[in-house]
């Protein structure tokens, strides 16, 4: 497995290498396109072990390192001439890198770094590619200066011949083990002891360490944080993505299986044409549009501010942060969910691996945890929310993706219920304040009781995520209606086609109402009619998009080889292709397996035999 993913990867390398090279040399990011439009992830089943080469360690080199560094080693990074990983997390740490174990003492007198990871739980630990693939990574270290913690850095370090393959002296790397899923990405270990590296092997674009010892600190220090930022971007295209695939593959079988007529003496419908069906499927697709536009905009950002932060303008990092986290979690978290509800809405058959569900949810699913576990970046942003909480409090201007939350903290209370998608969409924002104002008021207390920021955030921890959830909603829900209702290109759209964008904006936003009913209520009043109104308007909007939901998913356009799915083929003979897949099974390449003869024949005749002895 783990060869046929690096053979596959090799080619995809090799195709965006040469995008690149045709595209943009020196490239900024054709990712999205790659890996969105192609999908290679899915003619990579089993992952991609160069996903971390590309996603991190190359980038890392452009962004973090300086421009003599990255004539070094990023161009051969690039041209992929070496191969890396991005090595930050430990077995006994990931999330709190403040409490990163590995170390790097500097050696003023021969100008190196002598990296050591200490004990066992300071041994790197899930880099991808790490275990077989990789000859380099970037090590994610303590810097240590006169054995004076100096904070975070990163060091290029070679960890396996380039000729030979083999490890290094003083390197002790391997693979971690099966996982549940993508088992081709040979996932990694790193011990590192007393391993050398020349002093400008640390990447110094932001920090400096001189040949005598003197450390130039970073004048953002968060900006080494910066090639997490860019993969959380990628993982909202990403996680859209596999959304998308499941929902193409739930939608097409839905259309071709047949159960339980609606009305009595009636042929057996098509499963879609049950309303709970369509419950179950047509959100998913919607979902996956709202998302995928949602990650072009952060992809956008993130590359008007990878360029600001070139040009030393940090201004902009805080709300690429803020939104990168809050659409990193969003993403993962209802993509995960989804994709599992769709597998759920295809029956037995959508257990089968032949479906490919499964492996699409294995997929997306550590999404919720790489790059940021999802409740610990949800705490982020509801720390972010508190900060800006207070600018509101100051009467000072806000970010603009979070400038609804300065609109709404003047308004008394909710204008009159018209349950217009404008009303919709401010009930959602105008909630999401008012959980933010509430935390707020549980935070300061705490702070103000002298606790300190880390323990207050600790203890409201609960409305602090309740209020970054609400604002991951807003915004996506926000982006959503402005590029349907207010987009400049929208009087380029058929009538019909801006329709059928309507529809899905009507049930993205009733969906995410009646999701957030509670919290909603908290803060507004709304009548039982008004909720009927709204029921009813939900079962409209989904017999309305009944008859656009293949269409939809076919604009996706994702090729049968795509979505290796027997479910989801685009010929529909769903039947064939099962039985088609059955029979290739092992177990049916001969008609008596070798197990009978071995163990359940005399495992019968025992039984037979003490049956017989219990008779005499
Ligand atoms: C061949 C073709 C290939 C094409 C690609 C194909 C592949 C397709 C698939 C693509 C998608 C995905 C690929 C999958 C790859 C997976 C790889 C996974 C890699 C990893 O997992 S790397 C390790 C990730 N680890 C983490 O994210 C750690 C999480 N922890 C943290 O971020 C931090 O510790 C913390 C933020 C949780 C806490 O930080 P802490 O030190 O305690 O301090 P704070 O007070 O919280 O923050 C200090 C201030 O800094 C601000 N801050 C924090 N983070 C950032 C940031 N990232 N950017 C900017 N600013 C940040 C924070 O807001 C505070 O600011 P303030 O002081 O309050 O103003
Ligand atoms: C498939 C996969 C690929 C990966 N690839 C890489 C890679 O290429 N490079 C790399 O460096 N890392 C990689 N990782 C590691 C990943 O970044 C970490 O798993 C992630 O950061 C979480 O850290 P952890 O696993 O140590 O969990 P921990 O940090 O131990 O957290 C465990 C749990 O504790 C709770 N928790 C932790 N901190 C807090 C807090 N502050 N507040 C409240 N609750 C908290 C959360 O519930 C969390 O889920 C990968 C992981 C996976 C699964």
């Known amino acids: 497995m783990a060869s046929m993913s690096v053979k596959h990867a090799i080619a995809a390398a090799k195709k965006l290498r040469s995008l690149q090279e045709r595209f943009n040399p020196g490239g900024s990011d054709i990712y999205p396109a790659l ?35 990255y004539e070094k080693f990023g161009r051969r990074a690039d041209n992929n001439e070496i191969i890396g990983t991005f090595a930050q997390t430990e077995l006994g740490h990931g999330t709190y890198l403040r409490g990163l174990e590995a170390r790097a003492d500097y050696d003023r007198g021969t100008e190196e770094f002598v990296l050591n990871t200490p004990k ?44 030979t393959h083999m490890p290094l002296p003083g390197v002790h790397v391997g693979e971690i083990g ?36 003197r450390f130039v600190k970073s004048p953002v220090s968060q900006v080494s944080y910066f090639p997490m930022v860019f993969v959380r971007c990628m993982v909202a295209r990403q996680n859209s993505n596999y959304l998308a695939q499941a929902a193409t593959i739930a ?27 369509q419950m179950k499927v047509i959100p998913e697709i919607v979902t996956a549009v709202v998302y995928r536009l949602a990650a072009a905009n952060l992809q956008n950002m993130y590359n008007e501010t990878a360029e600001a932060v070139y040009r030393k303008d940090f201004s902009r990092l805080p709300e690429l942060h803020a939104l990168a986290c809050i659409l990193k979690v969003a ?104 959980s933010i104002r509430l935390a707020f008021q549980s935070y300061n207390a705490r702070v103000q009781s002298a606790q300190s920021q880390t323990a207050a955030v600790n203890y409201s921890g609960l409305e602090l995520t309740k209020a970054a959830e609400l604002h991951g909603r807003s915004y996506v829900a926000g982006n959503f209606y402005q590029q349907i209702v207010n987009s400049p290109n929208k009087h380029q759209r058929s009538p019909q086609f801006q329709k059928v964008l309507e529809n899905m904006l009507e ?73 088609e897949a059955a029979l290739k099974h092992p177990l049916n390449r001969k008609s008596v397996p070798d197990f009978f003869e071995a163990h359940l024949k005399p495992f019968m005749k025992e039984n037979a035999d003490n049956a017989k002895k219990s008779k005499l």
């Open 331 to 434: 993403t993962s978290y209802d993509s995960t969910y989804g994709i599992e509800r769709l597998r759920q809405a295809c029956g037995g058959h959508g257990y089968l691996t032949a479906g490919n569900l499964g492996n699409i949810f294995a997929m997306a699913a550590p999404a919720c945890t790489y790059e940021g576990e999802n409740s610990v970046l949800y705490l982020q942003v509801g720390k972010i929310l508190m900060k800006n909480w207070s600018q509101v409090l100051a009467g000072r201007e806000l970010m603009p993706s979070m400038a609804y939350i300065s609109e709404c903290s003047k308004m008394t209370s909710f204008p009159q219920w018209t349950g217009s998608w404008e009303c919709l969409l401010k009930a959602i924002q105008y909630a999401c304040v008012g």
């Open 178 to 213: 099966k996982k549940m899923g993508l088992n081709g990405v040979n996932n990694g270990f790193l011990g590192l002891k007393d391993y050398r590296v020349p002093r400008l092997n640390m990447l110094m674009r932001h920090q400096q360490v001189l040949p005598d010892g």
């Open 251 to 277: 939608t097409r079988y839905s259309v071709i299986r047949r159960q339980s007529p609606i009305e009595e003496g009636q042929p057996e419908p098509k499963i879609l044409e049950h309303l709970t069906q």
């Open 120 to 163: 066992l739980s300071s041994y790197k630990w899930w880099p991808g590619g790490l275990g077989q693939t990789c000859n380099y990574c970037i090590f994610v270290a303590q810097l240590y200066i006169d054995n004076e913690a100096k904070g975070m850095a990163m060091f290029v370090v070679q960890i396996r011949d380039e000729e």
């Open 507 to 579: 049930l993205h936003l009733i969906q995410i109402f009646f999701r957030h009913l509670g919290d909603i209520l908290r803060f507004i009043r709304i009548t039982e009619d008004e909720i009927s109104a709204l029921q009813r308007r939900l079962e409209e909007v989904l017999k309305e998009l009944r008859p656009d939901a293949v269409a939809i998913t076919d604009a996706f356009d994702f090729n049968d080889k795509i979505l290796s799915s027997a479910l989801g083929c685009y010929d529909g003979n769903v039947y064939e292709r099962l039985f």
């Open 35 to 69: 890996m969105g439009d192609e999908a290679i992830t899915a003619l990579i089943p089993s992952g991609n072990p160069l996903s971390v080469h590309i996603l991190m360690f190359t980038r890392a080199l452009r962004e973090q390192g300086t421009d003599e560094q």
